[in-house]
């Protein structure tokens, strides 16, 4: 058993379709792969329908755009009632907040001497329910600009460079509870990677299970073998569910591959077992895994 839980589509800034990424996923040999576009479930239905195809099991979710002491921290949501409406708008939020971000950062850009409009990004970008600064990168990249996204991260996009412009990102400990009210749960993504700067203590992580978080994704690429150690030791001491994923963009995130990073089909199982009893204990309808 094969299980990937963190992959992108172009529905936010993954450089595939949800049906080519599904495909991707059969080819590479998964089982089990979770969709989660950034601030998103518009990929879900589409996915939905090549996983029906081709006898692939399909966990929908998202990954959500959070704020904790003063950090970004991106939060997995599996299996969410899509439709309960503070989460719609808790998304929608985050997802005004991406947009009107855009026109800001080409303003930036033009200000660095670079012909850029928003018509450019349009282009390479399609037309995402989530806007990113990915979809900028290209954008760049296809102008000859730069050579790929990381460089443009590296001289424009990322903080501290000169086109970097914030954006809001939604309280975390809401979010943890609005997902379980819809039905779903919650594990911090990356929880050590390198856009966290300083991190998450353990006593971070046990306030955040108290307060209804369900795991914590620790084989991810921006992890050392250390770091998983001690985030598996974190999660085990305080009863959290571990996950490991690829987060895979397609060609948009370099040694991402689908598959790289799997979950052990038991971590698995316990996710979608609390994501029941989440679903029942709210009232919601339930957001099955799609099983062949
Ligand atoms: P945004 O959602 O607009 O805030 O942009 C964050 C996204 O950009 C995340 O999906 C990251 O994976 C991606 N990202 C951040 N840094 C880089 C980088 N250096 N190269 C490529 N992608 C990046
Ligand atoms: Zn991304
Ligand atoms: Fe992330
Ligand atoms: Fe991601």
Same mark, same amino acid.
């Given at each position: 058993?094969?299980?990937d839980?963190?992959?992108?589509?172009?529905?936010s800034?993954g450089?595939?379709?949800?049906?080519?990424?599904?495909?991707?996923? #059969?080819?590479?040999g998964?089982?089990?792969?979770?969709?989660?576009?950034?601030?998103?479930?518009e990929g879900?239905?589409?996915?939905?329908? =090549?996983?029906?195809?081709l006898g692939?099991t399909?966990?929908r979710?998202?990954?959500?755009?959070?704020?904790?002491?003063?950090?970004?921290?991106?939060?997995?949501?599996?299996l969410?009632?899509? =439709?309960?409406?503070?989460?719609?708008?808790g998304?929608?939020?985050?997802?005004? +907040?991406?947009?009107?971000?855009? /026109?800001?950062v080409?303003?930036?850009?033009?200000?660095?001497?670079?012909?850029?409009?928003?018509?450019?990004?349009?282009?390479?970008?399609?037309?995402?329910?989530?806007?990113?600064r990915?979809?900028?990168?290209?954008?760049?990249v296809? !102008?000859?600009?730069?050579?790929d996204?990381?460089?443009?991260?590296?001289?424009?996009?990322?903080? +501290?460079?000169?086109?970097?412009?914030?954006?809001?990102? #939604?309280?975390?400990v809401?979010?943890?509870r609005?997902?379980g009210?819809?039905?779903g749960?919650t594990?911090?993504?990356?929880?050590?990677?390198r856009?966290?700067?300083?991190?998450?203590?353990?006593?971070?992580?046990a306030?955040? #299970?108290?307060?209804?978080?369900?795991?914590?994704?620790?084989?991810?690429?921006?992890?050392? =073998?250390?770091?998983?150690?001690?985030?598996?030791?974190? #999660?085990?001491?305080?009863?959290?569910?571990?996950?490991?994923?690829?987060?895979?963009h +397609?060609?948009?995130k370099?040694n991402?591959?689908?598959?790289?990073?799997?979950?052990?089909?038991?971590?698995?199982e316990?996710l979608?077992? !609390?994501?029941?009893?989440?679903?029942v204990?709210?009232?919601?309808?339930?957001?099955?895994?799609?099983? /062949?």
């Amino acid at each position: 058993m094969r299980i990937d839980l963190h992959t992108h589509s172009r529905a936010s800034d993954g450089t595939q379709t949800p049906e080519e990424l599904i495909r991707a996923a #059969a080819a590479a040999g998964l089982d089990v792969v979770a969709l989660t576009d950034h601030d998103t479930s518009e990929g879900w239905a589409e996915a939905a329908g =090549t996983a029906r195809e081709l006898g692939i099991t399909l966990v929908r979710g998202m990954e959500i755009s959070t704020r904790h002491n003063h950090q970004g921290v991106h939060l997995l949501g599996y299996l969410p009632d899509p =439709t309960y409406p503070p989460l719609v708008e808790g998304l929608q939020r985050i997802l005004d +907040g991406r947009n009107s971000r855009v /026109p800001a950062v080409i303003e930036r850009l033009r200000g660095c001497g670079i012909d850029i409009s928003k018509a450019d990004v349009d282009r390479v970008a399609g037309d995402p329910a989530a806007t990113g600064r990915p979809h900028i990168a290209d954008a760049l990249v296809d !102008l000859g600009v730069v050579r790929d996204r990381d460089e443009a991260f590296a001289r424009y996009l990322s903080p +501290g460079r000169p086109a970097y412009v914030d954006r809001y990102a #939604a309280p975390l400990v809401d979010m943890i509870r609005v997902v379980g009210e819809a039905g779903g749960v919650t594990v911090i993504a990356h929880a050590w990677g390198r856009h966290a700067p300083t991190g998450m203590t353990a006593d971070d992580i046990a306030a955040l #299970a108290q307060a209804g978080l369900s795991g914590l994704e620790v084989d991810h690429q921006d992890h050392d =073998t250390r770091s998983r150690k001690e985030l598996a030791g974190i #999660a085990d001491d305080l009863g959290l569910v571990k996950t490991g994923s690829s987060d895979y963009h +397609g060609t948009g995130k370099k040694n991402h591959e689908l598959g790289c990073n799997t979950t052990a089909p038991d971590q698995f199982e316990r996710l979608v077992d !609390l994501a029941d009893a989440a679903a029942v204990a709210s009232g919601r309808p339930v957001t099955d895994v799609l099983r /062949p």
